[in-house]
Nanobody, 115 residues
Framework: QVLLVESGGGLVQTGGSLRLSCAAS????????MGWYRQAPGKQRELVAE???????NYADSVKGRFTISRDDPKNTVNLQMSSLKPEDTAVYYC?????????WGQGTQVTVSS
């Protein structure tokens, strides 16, 4: 069974930073498209950032220039560095893997940005 475990969420003030990590088991992150999604209360889950197996990255317009997704192949983890956080970034953040249509999700980690 594939396991994606997120960590690093928490409470931070506006303008602060957080680093999320996703540790993967039973998949190899470097051959998957790995993504971070978020879901705020009452809203649909949305893509925040993703990194393909070739290392290409894609970001939601709302986080461009503030968030950076990266992959640590030896540790089999994917990270999301979040800076200049805003209250509207408050959400549960989920790690996702996708390879040839097979998708896996983590349980999520809460990020709360206070104003």
């Amino acid at each position: 069974q594939v396991l994606l475990v997120e960590s690093g969420g928490g409470l931070v003030q506006t303008g602060g930073s957080l680093r999320l990590s996703c540790a993967a088991s039973r998949i190899i992150v470097s051959i998957n498209t790995m993504g971070w999604y978020r879901q705020a209360p009452g809203k649909q889950r949305e893509l925040v950032a993703e990194i393909t197996s070739s290392g290409n990255t894609n970001y939601a317009d709302s986080v461009k220039g503030r968030f950076t997704i990266s992959r640590d192949d030896p540790k089999n983890t994917v990270n999301l560095q979040m800076s200049s956080l805003k209250p509207e970034d408050t959400a549960v953040y989920y790690c996702n893997s996708n390879r040839r249509g097979v998708t896996n999700w983590g349980q999520g980690t809460q990020v709360t940005v206070s104003s």
